[in-house]
């Protein structure tokens, strides 16, 4: 089973300012990494897939990058909307266990 | 528009059972792999089990144990997940959502149903 991991688990941000979320994969999983956001209450939502892919409806403001084993989800000019909880997933193995990351909050400085 | 809107979720025994059905509309369901996945109360989302366009297979979580059965209506648009001999640990919000890539990358998702598993 591929082990996914996230860094930090949460981090202050002032609006306007940028974010940087890392995840990491206990194995190389190629570019099969999306991103999803939680807010709270909500259900989750695509906003990352083929590590730097933005699903449809995505600002611009949000861009994935990576391959292998380590990868970045990056926040830039962070809005009243952005603040949530955003998790990884690797799609590499077969049958998807232990697909997701734990989560990182992005939270309101 | 895609919708999914799940029910079923219930308070329910320690050993109990319950049915979550997802009631799929907005786009063609029966040409769509689909998932299960869980939220505990504060926690992270765990994937639980799918299920292919046609319903002849079905994966699981090691964690199901064959507690659970994925299932699916294509006639009716429904899918379903039968929860068997249910424990605390399996308190949580339920998803259901619609697989766009290798069955598991999750592009539209159900608003939740909880169950709770409480004596």
């Known amino acids: 089973e591929i082990v996914v991991t996230q860094s930090p688990a949460s981090l202050s941000v002032s609006p306007g300012g940028s974010a940087t979320l890392s995840c990491s994969a206990s194995?190389?999983?190629?570019?099969?990494v999306a991103w999803y956001q939680q807010k709270h209450g909500q259900a989750p939502r695509l906003f990352i897939y083929?590590?730097?892919t933005r699903a449809t409806g995505v600002p611009a403001r949000f861009s994935g990058s990576g391959s292998g084993t380590d990868f970045t989800l990056t926040i830039n000019g962070l809005q009243s909307e952005d603040f949530a909880v955003y998790y990884c997933?690797?799609?590499?193995?077969?049958?998807?266990?232990?697909?997701f990351g734990p989560g990182t909050k992005v939270e309101i400085k | 528009e895609v919708q999914l809107v799940e029910s079923g979720g219930d308070v329910v025994q320690p050993g109990g059972s319950v049915r979550l059905s997802c009631a799929a509309s907005?786009?063609?369901?029966?040409?769509?792999?689909m998932d299960w996945v869980r939220q505990a109360p504060g926690k992270g989302l765990e994937w639980v089990a799918y299920?292919?366009?046609?319903?002849?297979?079905?994966e699981y979580a090691d964690f199901v144990k064959g507690r659970f059965t994925i299932s699916r209506d294509n006639g009716k648009n429904l899918l379903f997940l039968q929860l068997d001999s249910l424990r605390a640990e399996d308190t949580a919000v339920y998803f259901c959502?619609?697989?766009?890539?290798?069955?598991?990358?999750?592009?539209?998702w159900g608003q939740g149903t909880l169950v709770t598993v409480s004596s």
């Open positions: 907005g786009f063609a369901f029966s040409s769509f792999e």
């Open positions: 959502a619609r697989a766009m890539i290798r069955g598991i990358v999750l592009d539209s």
């Open positions: 083929g590590a730097s």
């Open positions: 194995r190389g999983v190629g570019t099969n």
């Open positions: 299920i292919r366009s046609s319903g002849e297979s079905t």
């Open positions: 997933q690797q799609y590499w193995n077969w049958p998807p266990r232990g697909t």
